[in-house]
């Protein structure tokens, strides 16, 4: 592979997320009808770290192919996610998203799935601006990816009215929900950049286990991340009695002291007795391990890509920042 | 052309629906997870005209192109209707399509937001599977056409809130919001014939104009539709205050008698005094002689294409019977 040559050090998350967001900033919507392309723009210029983007951009930049010529793909796959965000936000009936109010909360719900509507179909014309060479292939993997997403909400929204999931099921669903998504945006990039559909594969696979291992890190820190860092209130999951790995885990091991932990009445008891229970059964370094695992298994995954040092010291300290991230 | 030849006299409107109906019964459907494909059959199984894949079959077949290779697009561009049509049903609360519980009734909101997503994705999926040939110019008339749709419901939804619409600006939204989606079905036929972008473009208008009689259609017939026919409530609109073709130019000539015939309370008195105003403003003839000049000028559009005489008229009597048609 001659990526071997590149020098690549002048590139990293922050470069990369700085560029996505001017990108983002540079889209031009129509001024008519009022209340369609606002929310959009809202809901692009809320934040986040890009990390869809960013995969999508150093996958390619590291198989020889310039960043910038996955410009309307990084585009896409951003705009498609926030998609996401929006029409979940909905369903969820949440009420801040980014410490902004959402977008059905600011303005209404028809806007909301409007806009959303708007968002999916421009995200697939971003996708699909790309060579006839590689549209096919582009194109699959994202409308298989977004159904996959899709099935994970489902699965997402099954679970709240099931009392037998499991956590194997539980990972199953945040692979569709969360996973695929990161996947599908290093092998976006990989196909940009004419790899072999093997060399694809391996960036698809990284990018899922670093999906799992980043949503597990959410999981583990809504629980015991430290509150002047997470930026949100500890312990929501347990208030909403909602079902993590952790919860599902600490149900399967123990049934009992789980009904007496979860059912008790007053927030930061419950908070405190569900998380000194978790501890107890050993699940919060189970779930670290489980963590590190996917981590690993990420970097792994790379090792046969034939990347140069610098490339290879980029991905992998984007996925060992799923295990050390506190926020 | 070479499509003089053919003998086309075997196809029918009801001909092209049932091989249609034909198709969407034999999509296979991923039977996990609960909720998410449901909801998508149920629509899919809720009848209809299927005019927008019709078209699309007919130009296809009309020059030369055998109906059966733009399966998967005549599959996509049913499926996107129905999708529209599904969340349109969220947006504007309503409980019956097609004599049936709406999906967020049958089932519940956020069901019906996610499986409507699933829908557009895949009839992005079905639209994209042809040759590569063609396939930019299929997929961005799609997304074009799409983004045009949410703005034209868009324009619907602000104009309840709106006192000042005009009836040209109606005529603007009913073009977003229905004709062009039967111009590029239409065009997507003959995308897939390999027509020259001229005669793409005669079969786009044949569409956009025959769209925007049918649409008039419906709302000339829900004031002076026969009941019997109609097959619902007349003078659904006159009751909703619903903003249409007639009301809007009522408004415009004699403002001081349609604030007092739509300001009455009782229901049969409203809809009989607001008739009878649209009738002595010569409002029904109006609408009738747009409707038929939009009729005429659909199929003069044809005109220059070289169809067969049997083609043509074929063409012709789709455009006719939005004249004729009394449901």
């Known amino acids: 592979m001659d990526c071997h040559n590149q020098v690549y050090s002048m590139f990293s998350t922050e470069f990369f997320s700085s ?14 009808p009022e209340g369609l392309y606002e929310p959009i723009a809202y809901m692009l210029s809320g934040g986040g770290k890009r990390l869809r983007p960013t995969l999508m951009c150093a996958v390619s930049e590291s198989l ?16 498609f996610h926030n998609f996401t965000l929006l029409h979940d936000d909905v369903m969820d009936n949440a009420d801040i998203r980014h410490g902004k109010p959402t977008v059905h909360r600011k303005w209404n719900i028809p806007t909301a799935i409007l806009s959303g509507d708007t968002m999916l179909t421009m995200a ?7 060579g006839s060479d590689i549209r096919e292939d582009v194109v699959d993997i994202f409308n298989k990816t977004a159904i996959e997403i899709y099935e994970g909400q489902q699965y997402d929204m099954n679970f709240e009215s099931r009392q037998d999931v499991t956590a194997d099921e539980y990972l199953d669903m945040i692979r569709l929900k969360t ?19 093997m060399i694809q594969d391996l960036f698809y696979q990284y990018g899922v286990k670093l999906g799992m291992a980043f949503q597990l890190r959410d999981d583990y820190l809504d629980t015991f991340g430290d509150p002047e860092l997470f930026g949100k209130q500890i312990g929501g999951d347990i208030l909403n009695d909602k079902k993590t790995f952790l919860s599902l885990q600490a149900w399967e091991k123990n049934f009992n002291a789980m009904l007496g ?13 569900v998380r000194d229970l978790y501890v107890a059964l050993g699940l919060d370094k189970m779930c670290l391990d489980l ?13 046969s890509v034939g ?21």
């Open 291 to 303: 963590i590190s695992d996917y981590t690993k298994d990420a970097i792994r995954q790379l090792q």
């Open 261 to 273: 932990a979860t059912s008790l009445s007053e927030s930061s008891e419950k908070i405190m007795k």
């Open 307 to 327: 990347l140069s040092a610098s490339d290879m010291e980029f991905f992998e300290n984007v996925a060992l920042s799923a295990v050390k991230r506190k926020s």
């Open 179 to 197: 996973a695929v998504l990161l996947g599908c945006s290093c092998k976006i990039g990989a196909i940009a950049a004419k790899a072999s559909p």
């Open 64 to 79: 020889g192919h310039s960043f910038d010529f996955v410009r309307q793909q990084a585009i896409a796959i951003e705009m």
């Open 124 to 130: 697939s014309g971003f996708m699909s601006d790309c």
């Open 19 to 32: 560029e996505i967001n001017r990108w983002l900033s540079e889209i031009e919507y129509p001024s008519k």
